[in-house]
């Protein structure tokens, strides 16, 4: 590889995910850290799409939440500004419906290992429940939070856990970037 490719790799887009049980911030990280490094953010697609059912998600549904989380972030890649932050990805799609159906669509397990993330930012649990009516289980948050370790070790994911409060958490998700993005910056520059 020239250096010219070496010395631009390093501004490749790199994917962020945000992920978590329910009532951990999500989406309010998402966009303090959109707003922070001035680049866009994948909102969640399962949670327009659920707020307009009538009815409790079916398998079918949980398809189409999957295809739109997808379609979603390949529309928001070319918006980025280095880094993409994602609001959730279609790893919950899996998870719920584990939980639900007992096993995952097909697709989702086919994509799993073909999309991958560079870094997930996975919110720890230490946050109050705050309600909402598209969120179901307070009760199950010690499991999901389970959940969701076992599921990015199966990924072998690069991820760091965000704790904390307030500014506290804030900081945390920052500095588990900065370090991500510095150590990336670091490897480039060494293999010069």
């Not at 995910?17 to 850290?33: H, N, Q, R, W």
């Not at 009815?55 to 529309?75: C, H, K, R, S």
Request: contains cysteine.
């Amino acid at each position: 590889m020239a250096k010219f490719d070496i010395l631009n790799s390093k501004f490749e887009i790199k994917k962020i995910a945000i992920v978590g049980p329910e009532s951990t911030g999500k989406s309010t990280m998402s966009a303090f850290l959109a707003e922070h490094y001035q680049t866009a953010w994948v909102p969640e697609f399962a949670r327009d799409y659920c707020a307009a059912l009538t009815e409790p998600p079916t398998w079918q549904d949980e398809i189409n939440m999957f295809y739109g989380q997808v379609a979603l972030e390949e529309e928001y890649l070319p918006k980025a500004n280095k880094l993409l932050i994602c609001d959730t990805t279609f790893i919950t799609v899996k998870i719920w419906s584990d939980h639900t159906f007992g096993r995952s669509p097909q697709e989702v397990l086919d994509e799993l290992p073909k999309r991958p993330y560079d870094l997930y930012l996975l919110l720890d649990i230490d946050m109050p429940w705050e309600y909402d009516p598209l969120r179901d289980f307070p009760h199950l948050r010690e499991h999901f939070m389970g959940v969701w370790h076992k599921e990015l070790k199966e990924l072998d994911a690069n991820y760091v856990v965000i704790s904390g409060l307030g500014q506290e958490r804030y900081d945390s998700a920052l500095k588990a970037i900065d370090d991500f993005l510095m150590s990336n910056f670091e490897f480039s520059i060494s293999n010069l």
